[in-house]
C-alpha cells in the first residue's frame, strides 16, 4: 500500500542502522504510525531537518504492518518553535500521543486539537489552559470523554454554584452537603469547572485547580505508573530556566 501527500507531525524519532531513522508519526487521516526513514540521517539527504518535532509536514509511504518505510516528506507551512515551558509542554503532548494511541487508528479531531494547541504554547509558562483542552480532546477520542453538561444522576444540567462528584468513568453527581467534605467516589469539582471546560474558557485560577485534578486522575487510569520521561527532561533542566510558573507544577498535574 502506498500513501501520498498526508499531513503529519514527527511525535519521536531514533538512529536506525548508520544512516537511518525510525519515525513515530501521528497523521490525520491514519493515526499514529511508525516509519523507516532510510537514509534520513546522511548529509546529502534531503529529509534533514525536516523531521523534527513540532513541524507540520505533508508525507508519503509504502507497505503495511509496523513499521512502513517513508518515501517522502516535505513542510506544510512554518514550523512552531516552542522554547523553554512551552518546548516541554509540546514534549509532553507528544509523549501522552505516543503512550496512549494505538497505532493505524484514526484521530482526525485530536489532530487538530494537537495542531490548534502548539501555537497557543506560551514561554511565559502559562500553559495550564491549553493542555486541559487538549486533554479534553484526547480522552473523547479515547472513548472516554467526560460528562460536563448535566447530573448523571437526575440529569439536570450543571450548576456552576454547586459542587459534584466526579465518578470516572461515569460523571458528575451534585453533592448534596458539600461543606461537610465527606469522603466522595470519585473526584471533587466545581461545577464551575466542568462549565468552563466544556466551553474551553479556563481563565479563573479555582477552575483551573478543579481541571488539573479531573484531568490527572481520568488520564492516570490510562497511563498508568510508568513515569512520562517528559517530566524527567524537565527535572533535569529547569535549574537554568527561570520560569514563574515552573512546568514541573504542570506536568505533576497534566493527566498522571
Known amino acids: ?18 544512516t537511518s531513522l525510525l519515525l513515530e508519526v501521528f497523521t490525520a487521516n491514519h493515526g499514529r504510525i511508525g516509519l523507516i526513514a532510510k537514509g534520513a540521517r546522511r548529509a546529502s539527504s534531503r529529509l534533514r531537518g525536516i523531521l ?57 479531531e485530536l489532530f487538530n486539537a494537537y495542531q490548534t494547541a502548539l501555537p497557543r504554547l506560551r514561554v511565559d509558562g502559562f500553559n495550564e489552559p491549553v493542555l486541559r483542552i487538549f486533554e479534553k480532546y484526547l480522552l473523547r477520542e479515547l472513548g472516554y470523554g467526560l460528562v460536563l453538561d448535566r447530573d448523571i444522576e437526575d440529569r439536570t444540567p450543571i450548576d456552576t454554584a454547586a459542587m459534584y462528584d466526579y465518578v470516572l468513568d ?29 466551553r474551553e ?32 527532561l524537565f527535572r533535569r533542566v529547569a535549574p537554568v530556566i527561570a520560569v514563574e510558573t515552573t512546568l514541573e507544577t504542570e506536568l505533576d498535574e497534566a493527566g498522571r
Open 1 to 18: 500500500m502506498r500513501f501520498q501527500q498526508q499531513p503529519a507531525f514527527v511525535l519521536h524519532q531514533r538512529e536506525y542502522s548508520e
Open 52 to 108: 523534527k518535532p513540532f513541524q507540520r509536514l505533508l508525507i508519503g509511504w509504502s507497505g503495511k504492518g509496523e513499521l512502513a518505510v517513508l518515501t517522502a516528506a516535505e513542510t506544510d507551512g512554518p514550523g512552531f518553535a516552542l522554547e523553554g515551558p512551552a518546548l516541554y509542554c509540546g514534549f509532553y503532548m507528544n509523549e501522552v500521543l505516543m503512550r496512549l494511541l494505538h497505532r493505524h487508528d484514526p484521530h482526525s
Open 170 to 198: 461515569r460523571g458528575p453527581v451534585r453533592l448534596a452537603h458539600p461543606d461537610l467534605n465527606l469522603p466522595t467516589e470519585g473526584v471533587r469539582v466545581r461545577g464551575a469547572c466542568l462549565v468552563a471546560l466544556a
Open 201 to 232: 474558557s479556563l481563565n479563573d485560577p479555582a477552575v483551573l485547580r478543579d481541571a488539573k485534578t479531573l484531568m490527572r486522575a481520568a488520564l492516570a487510569r490510562h497511563l498508568g505508573d510508568r513515569p512520562l520521561h517528559s517530566r524527567k
